[in-house]
Each structure stands twice: as C-alpha cells, then as structure tokens.
C-alpha cells in the first residue's frame, strides 16, 4: 500500500535561509509521481512542484528544489532564500499512475514551517 | 485560466440537515476528486471520478455521505443527515491526466463546513 511520511511536524527557519523538508514514501508501483503542496493559512492548497518516478533530474521551480532519492524512496523540499511568506504547511503527496491515468493522491501529514525575520 | 470552483464556500448548518457541496473543475480535466482535511486526521480522499465515472470510493466515510458527477463540468457532495463530526474543510479538485507532470491535481478553495 501507499504511504507518505514527513517526520518533521514543525520547522523553523531564518529569512533569507534555505531549508529542506523531509519527506519518504513507500510504493511497491514503478510508475508514480511525487508532489508538494502549500497550505498558508488562509487554507487553500496551492501546487509547488512534481517528479516523476523514471525522471533522471530532479525538478526545480524556482526557488523550489525537490531532491530525490529513489533508491532510499525520499523526495525531500528544499526552499532556497526563504521569505516571510513561505510560512505555511507543507504537504508531501504521491499519485501512482496507469497508462498515464493518475490513481488516487494521498498526502503525508504535513509539515508547518515558520519563517522568523 | 478559472481553476477549481467550489462553492459555497462557508456553510454552517444544524445537526440533521441536508449538506450539498458544489465544485466545477477545471475544463477539460478528466478527473474529479472530493478530499476532506481535519485536524486529527489530516487529508483523506473521499472519492474520485475519472470520465465522470466513480472510481474509488472507499473513503466516503457512510452511507449519510454521497457524491454525484452528472457531467464533466459539475459535482456534488452530500451529506444527509448532518453531524457535527462532519465539520471539516471539504476540499474538490481536478486534474488533466496526461501522464507526467499532466498527473497534477489543482486544488479549489475549499468548502468550510461547520455544523452544530
């Protein structure tokens, strides 16, 4: 079965800092995709950044990093430069895929960063 | 682009009423899911729908709970009777299905519910 974990429940981190949140899974499925998502506190759930299970590099959305390690199933976050409005959750998720169809996402339970000025 | 719509988008309700959540997803997208998220446990994936067809729906919690997708731009949640319990933030999103990066699922607002 699926599963996502991030150890990490909180985080703290300085302005301007670069931090890495944790996050492993475990698939018995070739084919999958990782994600994370943002939660300010406002609630909504907004996109950050996808790897791909056969993906050679690892993605990188701007300031967004996502390092994996597939061999020891982790696909930690790293936000370089942190800024005051990166204070949120963080959700971790992965999606196994089906000839391109996408199964169900499930999510790890989060972790809350606070970014400190 | 208009993302995932939900609506409405705070409701409060007394114990024993009729619930109905509302989403659009996003056109073109050819899966629809309903997650509700709570502080003690988390994000939980209610049911999802793939060409308007229900999929898995092994997360809707009981028989008060039922989800409908009549066509590809609309769905609905319902809860009949209400409990207190269900109070939750109900979320609905979409996604393209493309394989890759097109796996991607967009996320609405969020429909938070509160019933007493």
């Known amino acids: 079965a699926q599963k996502i974990t991030q150890t990490q429940p909180g985080m703290f981190v300085q302005e301007k800092e670069a931090v890495t949140l944790d996050c492993t899974y475990d698939?018995?499925?070739?084919?999958?995709?990782l994600f994370w998502y943002k939660q300010p506190s406002s609630g909504e759930m907004i996109f950050l950044i996808y790897?791909?299970?056969?993906?050679?590099q690892n993605a990188t959305e701007g300031r967004y990093s996502l390092n994996f390690q597939k061999a020891r199933k982790s696909a930690n976050l790293v936000i370089s430069a942190s800024q005051l409005g990166d204070s949120a959750m963080y959700f971790c998720?992965?999606?196994?895929?089906?000839?391109?169809?996408?199964?169900?996402?499930?999510f790890g339970q989060g972790t809350e960063l606070s970014v400190k000025p | 682009d208009a993302g995932v719509i939900q609506s409405p988008r705070h409701e409060v309700t007394e114990m024993g009423q009729e619930v109905t959540l509302r989403c659009k997803p996003i056109?073109?997208?050819?899966?629809l899911f309903w997650y509700r998220q709570t502080m003690m446990r988390g994000l939980e994936l209610l049911i999802y729908f793939n060409n308007n067809v229900p999929i898995d729906d092994s997360g809707m919690p009981e028989d008060r709970f039922s989800a409908k997708m009549p066509n590809a731009s609309f769905s609905t949640l319902k809860i009949q009777p209400s409990e207190p319990r269900d109070s939750a933030v109900y979320f609905c999103?979409?996604?393209?299905?493309?394989?890759?990066?097109?796996?991607?699922?967009?996320f609405g607002e969020g429909s938070w519910l509160t019933v007493v």
């Open positions: 999103a979409s996604s393209l299905d493309l394989g890759g990066s097109g796996n991607t699922i967009y």
């Open positions: 790897q791909g299970s056969y993906d050679q």
């Open positions: 698939t018995s499925d070739p084919s999958y995709g």
């Open positions: 998720a992965m999606r196994e895929t089906y000839y391109n169809q996408g199964g169900k996402l499930i």
């Open positions: 056109s073109g997208h050819n899966s």
